[in-house]
């Protein structure tokens, strides 16, 4: 059974540029939330994807956007890069009929922003 | 606002015990706790919904007192892969926040042999 998988792992960009992130959710999970984990800090909640809907949104400004895909999997995007958008961004998905329940985190994508 | 953690940082010896707290200025509706060892994704402890639940996984356990918006972790008899940083994550009471997990800053957990 397939864990949260994330890709890409590492990648550096420039600022001003635009990034995508890929998740793709644990089997049977059908919403995907992503994080962003600053060095040293907690992960901070940006949005989260249910029926191909952005369901809750966090504190993030519209540089930050995704998608969800039919097949639950999804992407995070972020356009005109900061330095300060250098971060650990994780994936987290869970099923949202749980009502709460736990989330099941990818290993992250780790972008730096030069 | 995030919940508050404390302590920030706590080294023990293997089988001592260790208690991590979690302070939030916000009527909750559940607390889940994570455990994140460096370089890897957070990995599920457990969850508490309001109600002052305690529940347990082996030697690790964990209180919730909704009146105080408090939660604590308890780590009982430490094992050496028990090191790592803790973080508690907060669902705010309400209902529209499921899966909206708000976290506190870590403690970070060493045990030495």
């Known amino acids: 059974d397939a864990g949260v998988t994330q890709s890409p792992t590492h990648l550096i960009k420039t600022r001003g540029q635009q990034v995508t992130l890929r998740c793709s959710p644990k089997?049977?999970?059908?919403?995907v939330s992503w994080y962003q984990q600053a060095l040293g800090q907690g992960p901070q909640f940006i949005f989260q994807?249910?029926?191909?809907?952005?369901?809750q949104r966090g504190n993030f400004p519209d540089r930050f956007s995704g998608h969800q895909f039919p097949n639950y999997s999804s992407e995070l995007n972020v356009n005109a890069l900061l330095l300060g958008d250098s971060a650990l961004y994780l994936c987290?998905?869970?099923?949202?009929?749980?009502?709460?329940?736990?989330?099941?985190f990818g290993e992250g994508s780790r972008l730096t922003v030069l | 606002q995030q919940p508050v953690q404390s302590p920030q940082a706590v080294i023990l010896r293997e089988g001592e015990d260790a208690v991590i707290n979690c302070s939030s200025s916000?009527?909750?509706?559940?607390v889940h706790w994570y455990r994140q060892k460096h370089g890897e994704a957070p990995v599920f402890l457990m969850i508490?919904?309001?109600?002052?639940e305690q529940k347990g996984h082996d030697k690790i356990s964990a209180s919730f007192n909704e009146k105080k918006q408090q939660s604590s972790l308890y780590l009982t008899a430490s094992q050496l892969s028990y090191s790592g940083t803790y973080f508690c994550?907060?669902?705010?009471?309400?209902?529209?926040?499921?899966?909206?997990?708000?976290f506190g800053q870590g403690t970070i957990l060493t045990v030495h042999p």
């Open positions: 987290a998905s869970s099923f949202f009929s749980a009502n709460t329940g736990e989330l099941f």
């Open positions: 089997s049977g999970h059908d919403t």
């Open positions: 994807y249910y029926e191909e809907e952005e369901r």
């Open positions: 916000k009527a909750l509706y559940s």
């Open positions: 508490l919904l309001k109600g002052g």
């Open positions: 994550g907060t669902e705010n009471a309400g209902g529209t926040s499921y899966g909206k997990l708000t």
